[in-house]
């Protein structure tokens, strides 16, 4: 299954040319990842943070193939790679008018409120495995 989310590129998205400002597209995935989590995962972050839990970004890795201007619209989509005991790894791209500008994978650790890795809860793996199995 792919997670899919449409996100506008907005004037505070820009520099004064009206090109996206290439740190803003982490904004947005970290936007995405965490609508995943609340709208598919069913875990939402405010609900790990209620607990000082979270899941940091342990590693990101980006291809910037084309700019992206004002008033476009990005179609990221989502997909779970792996899930391990305490991380997953996420594939995002991001494609505007039928180009692709963006593709950033992702390793995500779940921790606990001292900082340390945490096995995911059972129900949280259960919902990644059905999104893997369903790709």
């Given at each position: 299954?792919?997670?899919?989310?449409?996100?506008?590129v907005?004037?505070?998205?820009?520099?004064?040319?009206?090109?996206?400002?290439?740190p803003?597209?982490f904004?947005?995935?970290?936007?995405?990842?965490?609508n995943?989590f609340?709208?598919?995962?069913?875990?939402?972050?405010?609900?790990?943070?209620?607990?000082?839990?979270?899941?940091?970004?342990?590693?990101?890795?980006?291809t910037f193939?084309?700019?992206?201007?004002?008033?476009?619209?990005?179609?990221?989509?989502?997909t779970?790679v792996r899930?391990?005991?305490?991380?997953?790894a996420?594939?995002?791209?991001a494609?505007?008018?039928?180009?692709h500008?963006?593709?950033?994978?992702l390793?995500?650790v779940?921790?606990?409120?001292?900082?340390?890795?945490k096995?995911?809860?059972?129900?949280?793996?259960?919902?990644f495995?059905?999104l893997?199995?369903?790709?």
């Amino acid at each position: 299954m792919t997670y899919q989310r449409d996100i506008r590129v907005e004037f505070n998205h820009c520099d004064p040319a009206g090109i996206m400002f290439y740190p803003r597209y982490f904004e947005m995935v970290n936007s995405v990842v965490e609508n995943f989590f609340r709208d598919i995962a069913k875990f939402p972050f405010e609900a790990m943070m209620a607990e000082r839990e979270g899941v940091p970004t342990a590693s990101i890795e980006a291809t910037f193939h084309a700019p992206t201007r004002l008033g476009e619209i990005l179609d990221w989509r989502l997909t779970v790679v792996r899930l391990g005991r305490t991380s997953t790894a996420l594939h995002l791209e991001a494609h505007s008018g039928g180009t692709h500008r963006i593709t950033a994978d992702l390793t995500l650790v779940y921790i606990s409120s001292a900082g340390r890795p945490k096995p995911w809860p059972d129900d949280v793996r259960t919902r990644f495995n059905d999104l893997r199995e369903s790709t």
